[in-house]
């Protein structure tokens, strides 16, 4: 069989391991010279492929690629920009498949959450529909965790022991304040539909008391005043109240609480801000002193604090996709299968592409406690294996060492496209 | 000579290693139990001296003082209360002495700021003014980097290595979206009148290009217009900024911006932050997208990511403030000195409080470029030692694993106190 190139790339909000993903990919495919050609990346995600700007990863020595493994961030460039139906927008398709074929990709690897699940599909639909050979491959990642059909998102992991340990380090310095100073602390965080984020938070507490003592969930829509009666009893019982709040927070109409007016390319309402308001909210029906932090990026490219179980899958994804791809197969996710939680063991499985593009996995109702602010032992048991271990990234002059790519680009042969 | 007892409370805001001062203290101590009795901490700062509140440390398993090495926040509990003037409360210093006689306490040790430096300033008084016999050594301890004839306060390395750690993080971040997405990152730090915090931050940046691009600092008056320029500069050049901006940023009228009764784009109050008020200027003004982060408590808690230099600062100044102590001192705090930038060498020094309390340092101005947006060389050359090396706490399930002390109160021997 003649060797065909690959096409990879990284799309919407990236990770502390996306880029272990992208290694292991690369890695893999290197090991496979007889089936898989060169590995061209698309240059900020599917934008890359429909510009013709193609990254020529076979330029990049092995060390980098291997450092890509304790990089954080999107080394290719990510994108927010999902393509539009192929009936409405052949022309789009035509130009994807232009590119491929003068580049020869018989394999697209796309790197995503959900809505890049969606552009995937598309192109696995390419064979069949414009007769353009390419099998298409979903390699998971997100850190809102809200894929089908998978354990968890490669991400996700990394993004939980984040706040996990960062609350649990906040909750201590509040702790120390409350006599005389700060009474209640508000970590906002991510997750837009779903409540994973906000409630890995909640790892953090392992004995009665501990912080945090309040989670809100986008699950759960705000009660205002049992929020409020929950502050109010939780300082006078601990001193102190720390809280975990999600940016996807709704009221009890079902809106968004922070919703700017802003959206993103995808049509989402840009979130932040639901922190400061839930403090403000404390502040004047409580009038308890407080601080409020926003995570922000900060929690998603942490990788100087990444989870080992998040990285070891981010590489196993990885790895999978090239083996589902010199499979044959097409319009499939690699994804993780939970074989037991303690000890938590799993493996690389499949999934069905048309049944994980579009879909969102919230928290189930079984891990909400039912008061609305906690977690239960049935969702700890699923978070705690996430955030298990540490992969420390190394450092010179006290910061960590991230690599940064050549990402020479591949000679254009096409013409130009506007997007 | 029979031994006295010591009283240690940790006061102000809390910090990553201001834990392992105590431990460190209260290990030098147990060493000297001829000259030593027990170290009696104050549970809450002075508040604890005030309220015959004590913590019996003797009581504290040798494990539980050795954890405190990896432990953030204060132990013992922190406050923000500052001794009023003898001549004005009098009644204040009788009480302390009378709380000090009935335990025997014939050390203070102060661990925290400049205003808890003139705190214990006033307590060293006690022996000339009010005839009891005690020294008063101040232990260095504060976030803002701000305590004169100290090469540095521990603290402040950890909080600076977390926030350029953050920064690296955040701008590879900010870079894989640009294409598509957010343009500018803002992150806002502490410091609220000196900008080490925010300075710190330029450490993130070794090439040209690299984030963070913009440094906001107290020590200079904000210029939006220079300030727009420059964002908008960087945009057309690298295709993003990042900045970090320090929340006591003043304009030009000397005025905090954090107060200046800011409103959003719908005319509601802005509920606080520095660091959304100058996202939202960047959006009004400029349309680029953006994100923004307020670490908050996380910075000065994140003992996970603690600089091992500032963690051996903070150990040597707990067992020097005994040695201090031993040798018959009084009005004196335990400082650090600088021997050699590279490498960095430093030794333990002592410098008298009266020179100390009330005093701020701020940045010199041959530490800010022309430009007033960045950091020269010879900040580059104070500042980087200080974040040199790692220093990880212990894990189990994924968490760092923090020691809760039992704390048992001493028993009260005097009538209760009103504050």
Chains 1, 2 share one sequence.
């Not at 493994?69 to 460039?77: C, E, K, L, Q, S």
């Not at 593009?357 to 928290?363: G, I």
């Amino acid at each position: 069989m003649v060797p065909r190139n690959a096409f990879y790339a990284q799309s919407g909000g990236v990770t502390a391991v996306i880029n272990a993903t992208a290694g292991a990919l690369i890695e893999a495919a290197r090991a496979h010279p007889d089936r898989i050609g060169k590995v061209y990346a698309g240059r900020n995600g599917i934008i890359g492929a429909l510009t013709e700007d193609l990254i020529d990863t076979s330029l990049e020595p092995a060390e980098n690629i291997a450092a890509l493994r304790h990089t954080p961030a999107g080394a290719f460039g990510s994108c927010r920009y999902k393509l539009k139906g192929l009936e409405t927008h052949r022309a789009q398709y035509e130009r994807l498949i232009e590119v491929f074929r003068a580049h020869d990709i018989g394999y697209f690897f796309y790197n995503g959450g959900g809505d890049s699940a969606d552009t995937c599909l598309k192109i696995s639909q390419l064979s069949a529909t414009m007769g353009y050979p390419i099998q298409a491959i979903h390699v998971p990642k997100t850190v809102d965790n809200d894929l089908p059909l998978t354990d968890c998102c490669p991400g996700f992991g990394s993004v939980a022991k984040y706040v996990a340990v960062s609350m649990r380090e906040a909750g201590l310095d509040v702790a120390s304040m409350a006599e005389t100073s700060t009474k209640v602390f508000v970590l906002e965080v991510m997750g837009r539909h779903a409540g994973w984020i906000a409630a890995a938070c909640g790892l953090a507490a392992e004995g009665e008391g501990d912080a945090p003592h309040i989670l809100l969930l986008p699950e759960v829509p705000f009660d205002e005043a049992a929020f409020l009666a929950r502050v109010r009893d939780c300082v006078e019982r601990h001193g102190y109240c720390a809280i975990a709040v999600s940016e996807g927070l709704r009221n009890p109409q079902g809106e968004l609480m922070a919703e700017t007016g802003a959206r993103d390319a995808f049509g989402h309402a840009q979130l932040g801000g639901i922190g400061p308001m839930i403090a403000g909210l404390v502040k004047n029906k409580l009038d308890y002193k407080y601080h409020w932090a926003v995570a922000d990026y900060l929690q998603r490219a942490a990788r100087h604090i990444a989870s080992r179980t998040d990285l070891e899958q981010a590489v196993a994804v990885g790895r999978a996709a090239v083996e589902l791809a010199l499979a044959g197969k097409n319009a499939v996710m690699a994804s993780i299968v939970r074989l037991s939680d303690q000890p938590y063991r799993w493996e690389i499985g499949e999934a069905d592409l048309h049944q994980v593009a579009n879909v969102e996995k919230k928290m189930p109702p079984e891990f909400i406690t039912a008061d609305g602010f906690g977690i239960t032992a049935a969702a700890r048991a699923y978070l705690a294996p996430l955030i298990e271990g540490e992969d420390y990234p190394p450092y010179r002059n006290g910061l960590p060492q991230y690599v940064r790519l050549r990402n020479v680009a591949v000679a254009k042969k096409l013409p130009p496209f506007d997007l």
